[in-house]
C-alpha cells in the first residue's frame, strides 16, 4: 500500500516509515523538510491536500507540537490543518486515516489539548457518517531516541541529586516504546482494524517519579537523591517558560503532566501480536548513538 505520512521526518513518523517499510509498504513523507515540502500552517483547506492524496491508500497524521511556536501556531499544526487534511481524504476517496493525538486531551483545557481533540472530533465524525475509515490513536508518554520527553528524562535520570515538582514526581503515566506504538499504528493504516478511539499505554503504570529512577537505575548508576520541588515554585518556573518558546516546561506542560495518563495495558499487545517493552526494559531500546547523545 501507498501511505502518505504527515510528520515523517519527526520523532514519531521517522519511526512509522520504518515500520510501514518492514511491512512491505510504500510510504509517502510530508513534512516541512520533504520534498516537496509541505508546511501545515499553510494547508488548512481541502483543496491544499487535494494533490498530495492522488494515488494513495491511507494516511497517518504524526504532525504534533508541545507549544506555539514563532510561525506554527497549535491552532494551524493540529486543529485547522488536519481536519481540512480529513475532509480531503473524504473528496478523493482515501478511506483509511490515522490520526496520532494523545492521552489526555480529553480531560484538560490546554492549547495543546483544545487542538488536538478539534481534529479527532471531526476525524471520528467523518467515521460515524461512513465518510472515511477512521482511527484516532490515543498514546500515553513515547519514548524513544530523538523524542524531546526522553531527553528530558534521561537527563534528569544522569542528575546525581534532583528537585522534582510533585506533578513530575507524581504523575502517572504508562511510557510506551516508540517502536512498539509505530508497528501499531503501520498496522491499524494497512490492515482491516475496527474504527474509532484508541487508547494505547505500555505494559505498566507508574509515577514519572519511579521512571526516572528506573531509567536510572537501568543506566548502572545507583539510586539519585530526590527532593519535592515545592509547587508554588514549579509554578512560577512553568510561567517564566511560558515566554520562553523553546522550553519544554510551561504551564501546559505543567497542566497536562497533571492530568491522569494511563489507560488499558491489555490494548497494546493485543494491537502488536507480541510483548511490549517494559518500563524496565526501555533503555535498552535506545541505539549507542541515542544513549550518547540523547
Not at 503504570?205 to 509547587?231: E, F, K
Not at 511560558?242 to 505543567?254: A, G, Q, V, Y
Not at 507480541?274 to 526501555?282: E, H, K, M, Q
Request: proline content about 8%.
Amino acid at each position: 500500500m501507498r501511505i502518505l505520512v504527515c510528520g515523517g521526518n519527526g520523532f514519531l513518523g521517522r519511526h512509522i516509515v520504518s515500520a510501514l517499510v518492514d511491512a512491505g509498504h510504500d510510504p509517502v513523507v510530508r513534512s516541512r523538510h520533504s520534498d516537496p515540502a509541505l508546511n501545515f500552517v499553510h494547508a488548512t483547506t481541502a483543496a491544499d491536500w487535494l494533490p498530495h492524496l492522488q494515488g494513495m491508500d491511507a494516511v497517518v497524521n504524526a504532525v504534533g507540537a508541545l507549544r506555539d511556536m514563532p510561525g506554527q501556531p497549535l491552532q494551524a499544526l493540529h486543529a485547522d490543518a488536519p481536519i481540512a487534511l480529513f475532509d480531503a481524504c473524504a473528496q478523493a476517496g482515501v478511506r483509511r486515516v490515522v490520526q496520532v493525538s494523545a492521552l489526555g486531551v480529553a480531560s484538560n483545557d490546554t492549547s495543546y489539548a483544545r487542538t488536538k481533540r478539534a481534529a479527532d472530533e471531526h476525524l471520528l465524525a467523518l467515521t460515524a457518517r461512513g465518510a472515511l475509515h477512521g482511527v484516532v490513536v490515543r498514546p500515553s508518554v513515547i519514548f524513544g531516541a530523538g523524542g524531546a520527553s526522553t531527553a528530558l528524562f534521561l537527563n534528569l535520570a544522569r542528575m546525581p541529586a534532583l528537585l522534582l515538582p510533585p506533578a513530575v514526581q507524581d504523575s502517572a503515566i504508562q511510557p510506551v516504546a516508540v517502536r512498539d506504538l509505530a508497528a501499531v499504528l503501520a498496522r491499524l493504516a494497512t490492515q482491516d482494524t475496527p474504527t474509532g478511539l484508541v487508547e494505547i499505554g505500555g505494559p505498566q503504570p507508574l509515577a514519572l517519579g519511579a521512571l526516572v529512577a528506573s531509567l536510572r537505575a537501568q543506566m548502572g548508576l545507583s539510586p539519585a537523591a530526590v527532593g519535592r520541588l515545592p509547587q508554588w515554585l514549579a509554578v512560577a518556573g512553568a510561567r517564566v517558560g511560558d515566554h520562553i518558546p523553546s522550553l519544554p516546561w510551561c504551564s501546559d506542560t505543567l497542566a497536562m503532566l497533571q492530568t491522569p495518563n494511563v489507560c488499558d495495558p491489555a490494548t497494546l499487545p493485543a494491537l502488536l501480536g507480541r510483548t511490549p517493552v517494559a518500563p524496565d526494559a526501555l533503555y535498552a531500546t535506545l541505539p549507542q548513538h541515542g544513549k550518547r547523545h540523547a
